[in-house]
């Protein structure tokens, strides 16, 4: 997805969109990490259920999540099935492939269920803050939040530049395609794909390098300081809102702890 395309959708109209985007990325990394420590499932399935239902909110397609999803939901099952088979030790069910024989217990289908549950609820909710809030807006809540100044200018010049790597990629992919590169053989396309990689990675390395002396003879430090990014208070239905959110969040902890 280009960048274009992404600030596109995080300036789109909806009541989500409409949330200021500092209580809206507290309350969402917040909920990321409680998605990390609730221990019984039904807990993880509500909360997944909230950040589905919040996505419905913002107007887009479905398509747009599904493809966020995709690739953790694979890593997700690999996970699962690694601790189905590994971990326990009451067993469910043997299966033999070969003179290889894989047993699956029932304490390893729990724990590989429980962290599917984890994943896929983390990454909802990180996508949703994404897709409702632009990019700058979450730096500078976290900047609000105390976290170093190094560490949120990283990340700006990551998020801006590494569409141009992907950018860049892409381009040299297609010309490798138009000179018939797909039909060789692998060995020659392994290597192809070695050059362009190789490519990219020096070329990124010698961009940055140009940014950041292009930066420091504008007077960039580690101590620099710039303007306040927000200008007005948090209106009184947003804290609430946030208020709303928290006590909720609160809720689930103090469940997972006494169920």
């Given at each position: 997805?280009?960048?274009?395309?992404i600030?596109?959708?995080?300036?789109?109209?909806?009541?989500m969109?409409?949330?200021?985007?500092r209580?809206?990325?507290?309350?969402?990394?917040?909920?990321?990490?409680?998605?990390?420590?609730?221990?019984?499932?039904?807990?993880?399935?509500?909360?997944?259920?909230?950040?589905?239902a919040?996505f419905?909110?913002?107007?887009?397609?479905?398509?747009?999540l599904?493809?966020?999803?995709?690739?953790?939901?694979?890593?997700?099952?690999?996970?699962?099935?690694?601790?189905?088979?590994?971990?326990?030790?009451?067993?469910?069910?043997?299966?033999?492939?070969?003179?290889?024989r894989?047993?699956?217990?029932?304490?390893?289908?729990?724990?590989?269920?429980?962290?599917?549950?984890?994943?896929m609820a983390?990454?909802?909710?990180?996508?949703?803050l994404?897709?409702?809030?632009?990019?700058?807006?979450?730096?500078?809540?976290?900047?609000?939040?105390?976290?170093?100044?190094?560490m949120?200018?990283?990340?700006?010049?990551?998020?801006?530049?590494?569409?141009?790597?992907?950018?860049?990629?892409?381009?040299?992919?297609?010309?490798?395609?138009?000179?018939?590169?797909?039909?060789?053989?692998w060995?020659h396309?392994?290597?192809?794909?070695?050059?362009?990689?190789g490519?990219?990675?020096?070329?990124?390395?010698?961009?940055?390098?140009?940014?950041?002396?292009?930066?420091?003879?504008?007077?960039?430090?580690?101590?620099?300081?710039?303007?306040?990014?927000?200008?007005?208070?948090?209106?009184?239905?947003?804290?609430?809102?946030?208020v709303?959110?928290?006590?909720?969040?609160?809720?689930?902890?103090?469940f997972?702890?006494?169920?």
């Open positions: 997805m280009e960048l274009a395309v600030d596109k959708i995080a300036a789109a109209d909806s009541p969109h409409r949330w200021d985007g209580v809206k990325t507290i309350l969402f990394l917040s909920a990321v990490i409680v998605s990390t420590t609730l221990n019984h499932w039904y807990l993880l399935a509500g909360l997944w259920l909230i950040a589905l919040s419905r909110t913002l107007n887009l397609p479905w398509r747009h599904f493809i966020r999803l995709s690739i953790p939901f694979g890593i997700a099952w690999l996970v699962f099935l690694s601790l189905m088979f590994t971990n326990g030790r009451h067993d469910l069910f043997a299966v033999t492939l070969g003179p290889i894989l047993t699956a217990y029932q304490e390893g289908l729990e724990l590989g269920f429980l962290v599917v549950l984890r994943i983390a990454v909802t909710i990180g996508s949703i994404s897709f409702s809030t632009p990019m700058i807006e979450i730096l500078e809540t976290l900047r609000l939040c105390k976290v170093p100044n190094v949120i200018d990283l990340a700006a010049m990551m998020y801006r530049y590494v569409f141009i790597l992907t950018e860049t990629s892409h381009n040299m992919r297609r010309a490798q395609l138009s000179r018939m590169g797909d039909s060789s053989s060995l396309q392994a290597r192809d794909i070695g050059k362009v990689a490519y990219i990675l020096t070329n990124s390395l010698d961009r940055s390098i140009r940014i950041y002396k292009a930066m420091l003879s504008r007077g960039y430090n580690e101590d620099s300081t710039s303007a306040s990014f927000f200008t007005t208070p948090i209106s009184a239905a947003d804290r609430q809102t946030g709303l959110g928290g006590s909720l969040l609160a809720a689930l902890v103090v997972n702890i006494i169920i």
